[in-house]
Nanobody, 124 residues
Framework: VQLQASGGGLVQAGDSLRLSCAAS????????MGWFRQAPGKEREFVAV????????YYANSVKGRFTISRDKAKNTIYLEMNTLRSEDTAVYYC??????????????????WGQGTLVTVSS
């Protein structure tokens, strides 16, 4: 599985941004697709995950109500719609693909494949 993340940029606090992650794979049916982020000097942290088949969702508390993860099966792409952005959302955002159990998907070690990351900078 190859993942290509895009859509990052420089925005102001309160703005919105949508990230995309295009996946190259014969079938994503068994995968759970997640977004993580890594701020300067910090560890990579979980943001959101979606089950490719079934669409089950899970969010980190820090983004719940502001971010929305979705997928387009026809395009083999997942999205992260980010609203009401804050300066603390500044980070490199990574998409990942996992075959792990649903309860473990907040853990980056459970992801087998990663995209290259896209930088989101929120100015206050």
């Amino acid at each position: 599985v190859q993942l290509q993340a895009s859509g990052g940029g420089l925005v102001q606090a309160g703005d919105s941004l949508r990230l995309s992650c295009a996946a190259s794979a014969e079938s994503l049916g068994s995968f759970k697709m997640g977004w993580f982020r890594q701020a300067p000097g910090k560890e990579r942290e979980f943001v959101a995950v979606i089950r490719w088949n079934g669409g089950q969702l899970y969010y980190a508390n820090s983004v719940k109500g502001r971010f929305t993860i979705s997928r387009d099966k026809a395009k083999n792409t997942i999205y992260l719609e980010m609203n009401t952005l804050r300066s603390e959302d500044t980070a490199v955002y990574y998409c990942g693909a996992s075959l792990g159990a649903w309860s473990t998907l907040h853990d980056q070690k459970m992801y087998r494949y990663w995209g290259q990351g896209t930088l989101v900078t929120v100015s206050s």
